[in-house]
């Protein structure tokens, strides 16, 4: 504790009555004058004095000092200065965020560095400075190499002023000057760009062309090489051609479509060289407002920003190139990816604001598109292990296919059976019952996994399952348990010639106890159309156990009598006897005595009972 501070508070504490008035207004004195330093001390001393205590490795006094800079009313604009007049400061900064033996150190030291970077973002997006530097190119040589230096710190915010002033006619003076400096921008500034060759400006669109290849990123092939395809203007064209030349000039023989493409898949897989900036969470796509005549962006979430970047490209390779299919398998594999992000609503990530109220969900498009793109975009996020996407397409292709198009090959794969062994139960079990909805006819080396799903899928409950995540949850086990035997149904009731529901007896049967009564009943149906004397014989149980509810049996006794029907009689005597007694009992519900004759009848069991029943009624 400091000096002042001791003497502070042995005086507070202590028995006044030993100082008289003189001495202990002296003795205040001394503790102001001792005090007046730390008093006095600005951002600047406090800043200084963390950085210090960081490298001779004094960390206790470190962390106060970061308390006092985060209590201070300094602005992150300030910190920031600071830090970069700093670098090797900022840099013990950092490693002790990343001090694995002082977490407090750490925690402390990393809500510095988050004020700092708030005042980077802020300053290199403030517009007046933004506008400030761009007049500065044309002032001395110091003040343009000054002025470079800060449009490239700030990057994509430079691009709409810097393309702002190129279109002014007033200011041609600075074009020269404008133009250069918009060349030796970094990588962050491609995209703004890139939107912006849609303008109508030849003069400013031939200074993006030059621009983007001396910056040099591949990122920019695409859209120069779509200028070499569709621009009107020869000289437009050449010189995208030369741009292309000082970035790739392989890219020269790619189509633009392709190489959009590939943008797209680099962005689907979150390549690193196309990462944002990282000093706040959100970043931007940037879009051309033709009635405008100038760059426009939207603010974005980062857990989706290279999803909406990879739809972009896909739209553009399509805009290329309307034949290429491709584009749009991998474009609705990056919807569903992006929608992805917005499916744990605790975390409360919207879509953009951009897609707009009555803009149509993944499905939609999904279901719309032909099973080709499905089936690419089902295999891409199979072979990536991603089950986001592979449950959304699986869902899509159950509602608009069939046979032929569920087993659709993708190279030497047919992504649709691929998916009844992927590491997700959602998944496999949504494969499952979109093929057996299908009705297959032809054999193929899946369809025993087909009812291994479907029976491990009609076992699920919301009572068993302790899961509660978007790809799981008690809702969604008793979902998939009612269409797994729903789809069992139809394959029954079909006689479907390549999905053996023998395989599913056992599940069936522990079905038939289950406690949701739709379950039950479904299962007795199934298991009607099973030729087994265990099938029949769980159906006959359900049907007499008194403890299940009137509906239920009913269901059990009009099941039993399909199962007679079509198998004939398979009961034990017991169970027959107990049939038997439960029609010949005048104390039976009408309804549930109607339909157990019914299922007796359907047994064509000998007529003694029958004649038993006739006359035990009689009145003659």
């Given at each position: 504790m400091p000096l002042c501070s001791c003497a502070l508070v042995f005086l507070l504490n202590g028995d006044l009555s030993m100082f008289n008035r003189n001495v202990f207004a002296a003795v205040v004195g001394i503790i102001f004058v001792l005090a007046a330093p730390a008093l006095c001390e600005t951002l600047d001393d406090n800043f200084n004095d963390l950085l210090h205590y960081l490298k001779i490795g004094r960390f206790d006094l470190a962390k106060d000092y970061a308390q006092t800079i985060l209590d201070s009313n300094a602005t992150p604009v300030e910190l920031f200065m600071l830090a970069d007049q700093n670098p090797q400061g900022y840099s013990l900064l950092v490693r002790a965020k990343e001090n694995p033996d002082d977490p407090n150190l750490a925690g402390i030291s990393g809500k510095v560095l988050d004020v700092i970077e708030q005042g980077r973002f802020i300053r290199r997006a403030d517009p007046k400075v933004i506008v400030e530097e761009i007049a500065r190119l044309s002032t001395t040589e110091r003040g343009r190499l000054n002025a470079v230096k800060r449009l490239q710190d700030a990057g994509e915010y430079a691009v709409m002023y810097m393309l702002d002033a190129l279109a002014d006619e007033s200011r041609k003076a600075e074009w020269p000057n404008i133009a250069n400096a918009l060349g030796q921008m970094s990588r962050g500034a491609i995209r703004p760009l890139a939107a912006a060759l849609q303008t109508n400006n030849i003069g400013v669109k031939t200074e993006i062309i030059k621009a983007l290849g001396k910056i040099g990123y591949p990122q920019a092939l695409p859209y120069l090489k779509y200028v070499v395809e569709k621009d009107n203007s020869l000289e437009l064209r050449a010189l995208a051609e030369e741009s292309i030349r000082q970035i790739d000039p392989a890219a020269l023989n790619i189509p633009a479509a392709n190489l959009f493409y590939r943008l797209g898949e680099d962005y689907y897989y979150h390549t690193e060289?196309?990462?944002?900036?990282?000093?706040?969470?959100?970043?931007?796509?940037?879009?051309?407002?033709?009635?405008?005549?100038?760059?426009?962006?939207?603010?974005?979430?980062?857990?989706?920003?290279?999803?909406?970047?990879?739809?972009?490209?896909?739209?553009?390779?399509?805009?290329?190139?309307?034949?290429?299919?491709?584009?749009?398998?991998?474009?609705?594999?990056?919807?569903?990816?992006?929608?992805?992000?917005?499916?744990?609503?605790?975390?409360?990530?919207?879509?953009?604001?951009?897609?707009?109220?009555?803009?149509?969900?993944?499905?939609?498009?999904?279901?719309?598109?032909?099973?080709?793109?499905?089936?690419?975009?089902?295999?891409?996020?199979?072979?990536?292990?991603?089950?986001?996407?592979?449950?959304?397409?699986?869902?899509?292709?159950?509602?608009?296919?069939?046979?032929?198009?569920?087993?659709?090959?993708?190279?030497?794969?047919?992504?649709?059976?691929?998916?009844?062994?992927?590491?997700?139960k959602a998944v496999r079990y949504s494969a499952a019952i979109a093929i057996a909805n299908a009705g297959p006819r032809q054999p193929f080396p899946q369809?025993?996994?087909?009812?291994?799903?479907?029976?491990?899928?009609?076992?699920?409950?919301?009572?068993?399952?302790?899961?509660?995540?978007?790809?799981?949850?008690?809702?969604?086990?008793?979902?998939?348990?009612?269409?797994?035997?729903?789809?069992?149904?139809?394959?029954?009731?079909?006689?479907?010639?390549?999905?053996?529901?023998?395989?599913?007896?056992?599940?069936?049967?522990?079905?038939?106890?289950?406690?949701?009564?739709?379950?039950?009943m479904l299962a007795g149906q199934v298991l009607a159309h099973l030729a087994t004397p265990a099938a029949q014989q769980a159906v006959a149980a359900m049907a007499l156990a008194d403890t299940n509810s009137k509906e239920i049996r009913i269901a059990a006794f009009n099941s039993l009598a399909v199962s007679g029907k079509l198998n004939a009689n398979q009961l034990d005597d017991t169970t027959i006897d107990a049939i038997y007694s439960l029609i010949s009992s005048k104390d039976i519900d009408p309804g549930l005595r109607a339909s157990a004759a019914a299922a007796y009848g359907s047994l064509n069991l000998p007529s003694q009972k029958v004649k038993s029943l006739i006359l035990d009624q009689a009145k003659s």
């Open positions: 060289s196309l990462a944002p900036a990282n000093d706040v969470n959100f970043t931007n796509i940037w879009f051309w407002d033709a009635q405008a005549s100038r760059l426009t962006r939207e603010q974005v979430d980062k857990h989706y920003f290279n999803e909406l970047m990879s739809m972009q490209c896909c739209e553009w390779s399509l805009k290329a190139d309307p034949a290429y299919g491709q584009a749009i398998g991998l474009w609705i594999a990056g919807y569903f990816k992006a929608e992805s992000a917005t499916s744990d609503k605790s975390v409360g990530i919207e879509m953009p604001a951009y897609f707009g109220p009555g803009h149509a969900d993944a499905m939609t498009y999904a279901t719309t598109a032909g099973p080709e793109y499905l089936h690419q975009a089902l295999a891409r996020a199979i072979k990536d292990k991603d089950a986001q996407v592979a449950l959304g397409v699986i869902e899509a292709l159950s509602t608009t296919a069939g046979e032929k198009s569920l087993f659709y090959a993708v190279g030497a794969t047919q992504p649709l059976a691929d998916a009844l062994s992927f590491d997700n369809s025993k996994l087909v009812i291994t799903n479907l029976a491990e899928a009609i076992a699920q409950s919301s009572e068993q399952s302790d899961e509660n995540t978007p790809m799981w949850s008690g809702a969604l086990a008793d979902s998939y348990a009612l269409r797994a035997a729903k789809a069992m149904l139809k394959i029954a009731q079909n006689c479907n010639p390549v999905l053996d529901l023998s395989a599913a007896q056992n599940a069936l049967i522990a079905a038939t106890k289950d406690k949701r009564a739709e379950i039950q």
